[in-house]
């Protein structure tokens, strides 16, 4: 088995916290405790995906600022939020206001792009700007202006009882050194990476120079670093579907590998005009998976992941799957917890 360039710094999983429409709080408590848990075993950072009109969690960052009340180490993110639903800087107040009550561990991953489906929510959304709107990166520039302290206004000071600000309120110290990027195409990784923010990159990319993944992966995570103020010790973070299944029952293992094949077909080929790629989930033992990901290219230029744990399975099997990264996984690829677990 080759080694890795050197052993993994971070470790960390993504969730899409799914609950039933009939009883949302469940689901929702579920996530949180499934972020406990994750602090208990040592994981580094825990993230939360984010859908709107959809049965998973629709406001990661109140969510979160609820699991920064119930840990105390755990770095807490959102992977990611798509700033086509979003105001920049009230978001940036929001984010703002959560890293502080976690105490800095707030990690806030973003994306652009109109929202989806957005010929149907946009009268709901932006009843009067629809057509106007930009989804570019404009956006993200703004957004970090406002979480970096610059002015988001010219008036400031005392106003009969009433002190301004002119930038947003709080300001949380270092949140702009720790926002990311969440991005699947080579423009994207340079605009990151020109812009100072970290760069996630998932389970999807565009298939722009090459039709293997890997490859294409990798050359977003060395154009991102080219292009960063810190070159080589630019933070990116990879986030494949991984499933190991040292300590599953029959039932879970016959369960992950029926929802890996259903998935596998689309990982052949470009899909859709955007010609998408899409990595497959990598599912069987800690020490399988560790020697499948020392082969991939990207994997080798990368010291922090976080895995993403599979949309549609039950509590206790995100107990499981979890337990198995950081007791197996998570050491057979050099990790060390930076807690004993217990």
């Given at each position: 088995?080759?080694?890795?360039?050197?052993?993994?710094?971070?470790?960390?999983?993504?969730t899409i916290g799914l609950f039933d429409e009939a009883d949302p709080r469940k689901g929702h408590e579920s996530t949180l405790e499934i972020i406990q848990l994750g602090e208990r075993l040592g994981f580094d950072s825990a993230w939360l995906r984010h859908r709107h009109l959809q049965y998973g969690i629709s406001s990661p960052v109140a969510v979160l600022a609820a699991a920064s009340q119930r840990t105390t180490r755990i770095e807490l993110g959102t992977a990611v939020i798509p700033l086509g639903w979003e105001n920049p800087l009230r978001l940036a107040e929001d984010l703002a206001t959560?890293?502080?009550?976690?105490?800095?561990?707030?990690?806030?991953g973003i994306s652009v792009g109109p929202p989806m489906h957005y010929d149907q929510v946009k009268q709901a959304l932006y009843p009067d700007?629809?057509?106007?709107?930009?989804?570019?990166?404009?956006?993200?520039?703004?957004?970090l202006d406002f979480v970096r302290g610059k002015p988001a206004t010219d008036f400031s000071g005392v106003e009969g009882f009433e002190v301004f600000s002119d930038r947003v309120q709080p300001h949380a110290p270092g949140l702009g050194r720790r926002l990311w990027y969440g991005g699947g195409s080579l423009r994207s990784a340079q605009w990151a990476g020109e812009h100072a923010m970290n760069f996630l990159t998932s389970s999807v990319v565009k298939a722009e120079e090459s039709e293997d993944f890997a490859e294409v992966q990798l050359s977003h995570v060395r154009a991102f670093r080219a292009h960063h103020p810190d070159g080589d010790r630019a933070r990116v973070s990879q986030g494949l579907v991984v499933i190991p299944t040292d300590s599953a029952s029959p039932e879970q293992r016959a369960k992950y590998e029926a929802y890996a094949e259903k998935r596998l077909p689309r990982t052949a080929t470009p899909q859709g005009p955007a010609r998408l790629m899409f990595a497959p989930d990598l599912v069987g033992t800690s020490a399988e998976i560790a020697e499948r990901l020392y082969a991939h290219a990207a994997f080798r230029e990368i010291d922090e992941?976080?895995?993403?744990?599979?949309?549609?399975?039950?509590?206790?099997?995100y107990v499981q799957i979890l337990t198995d990264i950081a007791t197996r996984l998570g050491p057979a690829l050099g990790w060390q917890a930076s807690v004993q677990h217990t």
């Open positions: 088995m080759p080694l890795p360039s050197q052993p993994l710094r971070k470790l960390g999983f993504l959560v890293d502080i009550l976690s105490g800095g561990r707030l990690n806030p700007t629809a057509d106007a709107e930009d989804f570019g990166y404009d956006r993200v520039a703004r957004l992941v976080a895995f993403a744990l599979p949309f549609t399975f039950e509590h206790d099997d």
